[in-house]
């Protein structure tokens, strides 16, 4: 059996009183492509910002390769080897594609604040940016200015910076969300790849995604795993049905009617 990278047990985090994820277990194997996905509201991202410690949880334990790492604020995590993206595109506007990927490198090898060196001195770095932005299909606009880039290739720089950190588990914060069909398939296979030698938990809302993508799969309802397991399975499990295609015979498709369209669509 493949042994787990991380593990969340029992995980909790309640906000003046509303439980937003409620004693949520979670295993993620070494070398999986693992997907959290949930109607609108379901506490996914919040899960994430727990398994990152951008929030504290109020129970519950976080294990990575079986050490505690509940207590540990985020900046350690990230030393560590788990490495997130945001659903907003977080990469520097008015840098080039390079200059983005330098900036990630050097926070990588800790000379971030080095302010007193030369700028000649990040030339060293230069050839494993352009490595990166190859990897991405970034490397004829390594002196683009960040901002003159499409959306999708945006998500894919931020992919490129996050892969220069070398994550041993990369955690996507909905990398579609907001693309044409045409920069999804490109973003598909840049995750493929990425997956590559490392583990991969990704919170996506494009179904057809998941079901190329990912090997296991966590549905969340209300704060709590609602089901498990690969596509098929739950695809078919009919609590997964009723959270996104909303109340038999309530005579409305209710707010997840799109997510509904997926499911259906990526059998």
């Known amino acids: ?17 509303f439980t937003a994820v409620d004693d949520v277990d979670l295993l993620i194997s070494e070398g999986s492509i693992h997907a959290l996905i949930g109607p609108n509201g379901a506490g996914k991202t919040t899960v ?24 540990l604020k985020s900046a350690a995590i990230a030393r560590k080897g788990i490495v997130r993206s945001f659903q907003i595109s977080a990469v520097f506007p008015h840098m080039t594609a ?35 932005l190859e990897s991405v299909g970034l490397a004829e606009f390594a002196n683009t200015t960040t901002v003159e880039l499409a959306y999708g290739r945006k998500r894919a720089l931020e992919l490129a910076t996050t892969l220069a950190m070398e994550p041993q ?9 907001g693309m044409g069909s045409e920069d999804v ?12 030698g490392r583990t991969v938990l990704m919170v996506e809302h ?22 498990e397991g690969d596509y098929h399975t739950v695809s078919a499990d009919p609590r997964v049905r009723e959270v996104y295609m909303g109340s038999a015979g309530s005579g409305e498709r209710g707010s997840q009617g799109a997510a509904s369209d997926n499911v259906e669509a990526a059998q």
């Not at 588990?169 to 969300?177: N, Y």
């Open 1 to 17: 059996m493949t042994r787990p990278v991380l593990e969340a047990r029992n995980l909790t985090k309640e906000f003046s009183g």
């Open 48 to 71: 994430f910002n727990l398994l990152t410690k951008f929030l504290q949880p109020t129970r519950g334990q976080i294990l990575f390769h079986g050490e505690d790492i509940t207590p």
């Open 98 to 132: 390079l200059e983005n990927i330098r900036v990630a490198l050097q926070t990588a090898e800790g000379s971030s604040y080095s302010f007193w060196k030369s700028g000649n001195s990040l030339h060293k770095l230069n050839e494993r940016c352009m490595e990166l």
């Open 169 to 177: 588990l990369l955690l996507l914060d909905e990398p579609t969300q």
């Open 185 to 196: 398939d490109r973003v598909v296979a840049l995750v493929r790849k990425a997956a590559q």
């Open 206 to 227: 494009n179904l057809s995604v998941v079901s190329k993508l990912c090997d296991r799969i966590t549905v969340l309802a209300q704060g709590a795993v609602l089901a």
